[in-house]
């Protein structure tokens, strides 16, 4: 008979001694935490998930499930409290730590940018190769908006599958070339309303003709999705879907060979 090693086990410890994971846990939400902080019910505290790491050369506990449980408790000075702990005892290293982070929050309400961040710590899911084209591209993945940044995670994802990149690839391409890298150029359904062109009229598209078509729209970037937003009024189509259309208008406007068919 195999016996089959121990992957995990649970232990009772001081919440006083555990850290918190800091490449696989997400970040601390303030919001969350005050909720409970008000709150506050010991007998609420449940399970932790930890694993096994190493902190100013012993080894500690490391949280990658539970953070805000466990920063509630401290807040309230029970750090002498004995909290049940989960150890995951294959999780040997950052990328398997994330990985078991996205595998505990599946059914979680966990933001999509956590979801990437461990994707990517994980080295597993679309995010990795999303990125590395976001990344070519001089542009960053954030949690916040701003210049130079995206925040559409989920678009990013969402374009890379349709064919492997290749439309995410050239809608960054043109995106950048008629408008530049300010945050309205690199809004989410924006950027996936540029990238379903691509992706259905795959090799069809002048792309310099449509950078130009573009670069002329009037209100620039924020125009063409206020415009597509007056569309949605009357159509019954997402925001990314007009954004689309009226993309797909712009270009053929003024050409007499190349039109592309309506979507």
Request: aromatic share 4%.
């Amino acid at each position: 008979m195999t016996i089959k090693p121990i992957k995990s086990k649970i232990v009772k410890v001081r919440a006083d001694s555990l850290a918190v994971h800091k490449n696989a846990q997400r970040e601390l939400v303030p919001s969350k935490l005050k909720k409970l902080m008000l709150d506050f019910d010991l007998d609420a505290i449940g399970v932790l998930h930890a694993v096994e790491g190493h902190e100013k050369g012993e080894i500690k506990l490391m949280v990658i499930d539970g953070q805000h449980r466990l920063m509630a408790l401290l807040e309230h000075g029970f750090g002498e409290w004995q909290v049940e702990v989960k150890v995951h005892l294959d999780a040997t290293d950052d990328a398997r730590a994330s990985a078991l982070f996205l595998k505990l929050n599946d059914r979680s309400p966990v933001s999509p940018y956590d979801k990437w961040m461990n994707e990517i710590k994980g080295k597993v899911g679309d995010a990795i190769n999303a990125n590395e084209i976001v990344m070519k591209h001089g542009l960053k993945v954030s949690r916040q908006n701003g210049d130079g940044r995206m925040t559409c995670v989920s678009a990013l994802k969402k374009l890379y599958r349709m064919d492997d990149g290749k439309s995410l690839d050239k809608t960054l391409d043109v995106v950048i070339e008629a408008w530049g890298t300010k945050a309205s150029a690199l809004e989410g359904r924006l950027v996936e309303g540029v990238g379903i062109v691509f992706a259905k009229y795959n090799g069809s598209i002048d792309e310099p003709a449509m950078v130009k078509k573009l670069a002329k729209y009037s209100g620039g970037a924020s125009g063409l999705i206020g415009d597509a937003k007056g569309l949605m009024e009357y159509r019954r189509a997402t925001l990314s879907r007009c954004v689309a259309e009226r993309v797909v208008e712009t270009y053929n406007m003024g050409r007499r060979v190349g039109k592309l068919d309506q979507l």
